[in-house]
């Protein structure tokens, strides 16, 4: 058998030109980065690796529960509100919030009555808590309508269903829990092409046109998330370098046939490798040697003799 000789991985260096990044800002949510050039098949490799990091892993800030006067779940209506609860539900989980550095949770109160429409701009000021889009359609009152509006909001990133969201400090029926995505980046688009380096055309850009909702700078987006990739693999890399043993299993050596029994070198019943080895049948080649007296050898039955022949047809 070949031996397999160790590649020593650590002194081949991989080349490739300086890769350059741009970012260009169309307006406040609406941003192209590109990243290039990359060496062939790094550009879908990559560009897919930090599209789902961006969108699913920077942190952003969402409503996780709501009271609206005193119902107790999303599917009552309100006498003198136009909207039932569901659709005032969602329209206050559209809105968009940016909290003061440190603060993972804040809270907003809303109180209106008689006739006209609610918009966000009506939730009372907050030092720590900022609506983004404070220009959100929330619902309307008639002449005879009474709102009072309370609103938690709190940090996390990627989606949360509403049994993950912490409910240590829910005890009041009124407690309406909703889920949360959390996400500031709200789509990207991701384009691969090929650039040319030197004289070879096949090396590749990502174009990524980002939008966000822009309650987070978009280069606190991209530096989190280019940090989150690097920390990622870096903890991976330093796991498997500082492990105390690694053990590497290696296949047993090949025996020569001469070592070893008939049992290891056929597959037949205990009885016809028996047999085989009375007759000094040991191997493939023995076994091929002696199939014409096969038939002659005392104790060997039909089945078994059908079963040996069936096994040299596999192996002339």
Known sequence: MQEIKNIMLSNFHLSYPTIKTNLVSHSDTRHTLTIDPLLPGFGHTLGNSLRRIFLSSIPGFAVTKIRINDVTHEYQTIPGIVEDVMDIVLNLKSLRFSLDAGEEKGTLLLTKNGAGEVFASDFQKNAKVKIINSDTYICSLDKNGKLEIEIEVTQGFGYYSMDQIDQSDTSSPQDILVDALFSPVTNIALEVTQVRVNDKTNFEKIEMNIETDGTV?????????????????????????????????????????ADLSTEQVFNFSKKVNGILEKNGILSNEDLIAKKDELAEMSGLSEKGLKEIQDYIKTIS
């Open 217 to 257: 700078a978009i280069k606190e987006i991209i530096d989190y998330g280019l940090k989150l990739s690097v920390d990622l693999f870096g903890n991976i890399h330093s796991s498997f370098v500082s492990a105390q043993s690694v053990e590497t299993v290696l296949p047993a050596p090949v025996k020569d046939v």
